[in-house]
């Protein structure tokens, strides 16, 4: 029994038949009335009028026209001539059975809707899959070829115009800083007994609030407002923990990279209508990263605080000290409402460092 | 000797006859270009970009072979491994561009330097692909310029105009000193130079949009003919003005909306009723302006200047009309951008479609030649040349 469908089957060469065209020679716009015919792995055109042979070229080389609805069927030769249908149906019929090769897998799922269909279901998988796992590995991967003078040139970049807006210098005490400083170089010793990861660690007055952020290349900045609220170095050391992995693991410039190829990927699938529609996905796409970076950072945190044997709870004095900031103030900061959609939900974060307690008890 | 119909090395024309109108037909579908560009986007995908020739070769034959003048098809003619390598190419230029900087100075200046050498040569080698590579009535388009120097006057200066005023910040702004005390005057002179070459690239964006397109519609050429641009550049600035009245209005409109919205909103405030609503409407308010200042003017800028672009795009033999309504054409991208939205983006290939429709059979083409009996005798001289008046229509940059 043949297993083959005769869809699958390659239909053997049939007897040559010929196909009316019309045959341009590429130096004229004249056409003339041809009988085309393929024998012997070579294409021959006959003049339609005293059958005399006006052309004759292997196939190999041919460019055959691809199966459309309303597309004019145009033969490219390689000599430069071409070979036009008048009827794309007889065409068709005829390349079906004459043509050695044949149609193009991919031709053959454009032209069916079901084979569309499908196109579309694996190509949403695909897009969640990149969108979920391939982006975030490649932007890893690409951030890894960046030079780390880049992350730097960013942050100090960054660095002014934040000082330039939202900042003015530290009112903290001299002792206060030294005393900071120094706690924070020695969790540092502990936790990255190896090798240091190059840092600096500014102090300034903030007009936002109480608020620790860290810059590609290093800088960290921690504002007299946050010192003041939580007046605890254990919880410091905790924050400097989560902001030393933003440091380490790059995310800023990992996000740099995440954003630009999807903003690519945007235009080069959408064209023109890039420019509007693509900031929506842009922004949801930023903050779920977002979301995993902070993620990533907690984790790190906790790894740094159990290096330098401090309870990750003090992190939860964290989150509950600025809570409460937040409520007897009523408002949000600048930076307060980036948080509610940049940052995982607090609630979740907490959990994560007392089951990290819990474990490490 | 230069005969009177543009080229120099061509047959003598047939003698003229009366004139005849051809319209522009366009045959491609909505659903069928979905089928295509759902294949190809999956394709590109899977193959990390790789297939990205192959999708360009298969989208632009389908649109060619379903453009049609008096009967006959366009065609396109690219190798996508050609285009495979042009692309690789720009990548690898455009990465070292990007990255040079960061080695040292004079390695970003001398990168600066290429590129401002490579745009222009680039651009012309687009435009002679993209031409060779088209055809009608079996015979390839030419870009008729080999090695002027127009290229280079219509885009270093306006490249130049763009890359200056980052230049300059580059140079000045980024002082590795003291960080929090950064010379007010010092900034405030860059911001001023900065602000005047924006003022003096508003003022003379037209002048180069002008030149390019003066450039690329002088040469284009299909067998004995080559076409010309019969416009000067107040014609530009004139649409260019226009546009920005268009833009002006709908900020007019809008402004005045929301100025009527503002004191309601205020006022209902304090009196606890109707401010509410007002203050809920300006939020849709300012939607509806961003969306409108992004699509409005840009539609009604592309109509009317496809309109006069091929209006006045021929020679004493062939003639093109464009008729474009710039109101329909702005309705209809309005409606395109609502329907990709609402979509997720599955209806772009529709909208594609139904952009290129109206943009494509506004258009028609008037001759005293009878074009099925012309002949290219330059092409047994030249092996690799040619000219194409489609390529702007399919509104992607040339063939890269």
Redesign the interface.
């Known amino acids: 029994m043949n297993s083959r469908t005769p869809a699958q089957l390659h239909q053997p060469p049939q007897p040559p038949q010929p196909l009316a065209l019309r045959y341009f020679d590429g130096r004229s716009s004249q056409s003339r009335a041809v009988q085309v015919v393929i024998a012997q792995q070579a294409i021959h055109v006959h003049s339609a009028l005293d059958a005399s042979v006006l052309h004759t070229e292997p196939l190999k080389g041919i460019v055959w026209p691809e199966r459309t609805r309303r597309g004019a069927r145009m033969v490219q030769l390689a000599s430069g001539g071409q070979l036009h249908a008048d009827d794309a149906a007889a065409y068709d019929a005829w390349a079906a059975h004459q043509l050695p090769q044949p149609e193009s897998w991919v031709v053959r799922v454009q032209q069916s809707w079901p084979g569309v269909a499908a196109a579309l279901a694996v190509l949403v998988v695909a897009l969640l899959a990149a969108y979920q796992w391939g982006l975030p590995v490649a932007a890893r991967g690409i951030t890894a070829l960046v030079p780390l003078s880049v992350d730097e040139a960013l942050g100090r970049n960054a660095m002014q115009q934040i000082d330039g807006r939202w900042m003015r210098p530290s009112k903290l005490p001299v002792e206060t800083q030294t005393r900071l400083r120094e706690r924070f170089a020695q969790a540092m010793k502990k936790a990255y007994p190896q090798d240091v990861p190059k840092y600096q660690l500014e102090f300034r007055k903030s007009t936002i609030g109480p608020n620790a952020f860290a810059l590609p290349g290093g800088t960290m900045v921690l504002t007299d407002e946050l010192v003041d609220l939580v007046k605890d170095d254990e919880v410091i050391v905790g924050v400097l923990g989560h902001e030393i992995g933003h440091v380490t693991l790059r995310h800023s410039m990992r996000q740099v990279v995440q954003l630009s190829v999807l903003q690519g990927v945007m235009s080069v699938a959408f064209g023109d209508y890039g420019s509007l529609i693509t900031t929506v996905p842009l922004i949801l796409g930023g903050t779920a990263y977002s979301r995993q970076a902070e993620r990533e950072a907690d984790a790190n945190a906790i790894a740094f605080l159990n290096a330098n044997q401090i309870s990750p709870l003090v992190m939860v004095k964290f989150f509950t000290a600025m809570a409460q900031e937040q409520k007897t103030k009523n408002q949000t900061t600048p930076l307060g409402i980036s948080i509610i959609s940049t940052h995982p939900g607090d609630e979740e974060r907490i959990a994560q460092f007392r089951a990290a307690a819990q474990a490490g008890r | 000797m230069q005969s009177s119909y543009g080229t120099t090395t061509q047959a003598p024309l047939p003698a003229p006859q009366e004139i005849n109108s051809y319209a522009f037909e366009f045959?491609?579908?909505g659903s069928?270009y979905?089928?295509?560009w759902?294949?190809n986007?999956?394709?590109?995908?899977?193959t990390f970009g790789l297939y990205?020739p192959w999708a360009k070769v298969?989208k632009l034959?389908?649109f060619y072979?379903?453009t049609?003048v008096d009967g006959?098809?366009f065609?396109f003619?690219g190798n996508p491994w050609k285009i495979l390598r042009g692309m690789v190419i720009v990548a690898v230029f455009l990465i070292a561009y990007s990255q040079a900087a960061?080695f040292a100075p004079i390695a970003g200046a001398i990168a600066l330097l290429a590129l401002l050498v490579l745009a222009p040569i680039l651009f012309r080698s687009a435009m002679q692909f993209r031409l060779a590579n088209s055809?009608w009535?079996?015979?390839?388009f030419r870009f008729m310029d080999k090695n002027s120097k127009e290229p280079f006057w219509c885009i270093v200066p306006a490249l130049m105009l763009i890359l200056l005023p980052g230049t300059v910040l580059a140079f000045f702004g980024?002082p590795?000193k003291d960080?929090?005390s950064?010379g007010q005057t010092a900034m405030t002179a860059v911001a001023t130079v900065v602000g005047v070459f924006t003022l003096v690239w508003l003022v003379l964006m037209p002048y180069f949009f002008w030149r390019i397109k003066r450039y690329q519609h002088n040469h284009y050429a299909w067998?004995p003919l080559q076409s010309q641009y019969r416009s000067g550049v107040a014609d530009t600035y004139k649409v260019v003005g226009v546009t920005a009245l268009v833009a002006l209005g709908i900020a007019v409109v809008f402004g005045g909306l929301a100025l009527a919205l503002v004191p309601a909103a205020i006022l209902g405030n304090r009196s606890g009723f109707a401010g509410p609503a007002a203050t809920i409407a300006l939020f849709p308010l300012l939607l509806a302006f961003?969306?409108c200042i992004?699509?409005a003017p840009r539609a009604f800028f592309k109509a009317r200047m496809q309109n006069l672009l091929w209006s006045r795009t021929g020679n004493n033999y062939f003639r093109f009309k464009s008729d474009v309504r710039p109101r329909h054409y702005m309705l209809l991208q309005f409606k395109?951008?609502f329907l990709?939205?609402f979509t997720l983006?599955l209806y772009?290939p529709f909208?594609?479609v139904a952009t290129q429709r109206m943009l494509l059979e506004a258009m028609s083409l008037k001759t005293r030649v009878d074009?099925?009996?012309?002949?290219?005798?330059a092409?047994?001289h030249e092996n690799d040349a040619a000219g194409d008046m489609a390529a702007d229509f399919f509104?992607?940059d040339v063939g890269m």
Do not use: C, P
Request: charged share 25%.
């Open positions: 045959s491609a579908t069928e979905f089928r295509i759902i294949v986007v999956l394709l590109i995908l899977l990205a298969r034959k389908y072979s379903n049609r006959h098809a065609d003619h960061e055809s009535r079996g015979m390839r980024d590795d960080s929090l950064v067998g961003v969306v992004n699509i395109n951008y990709i939205m983006g772009w909208a594609v074009l099925g009996a012309l002949s290219d005798s092409r047994e509104g992607l």
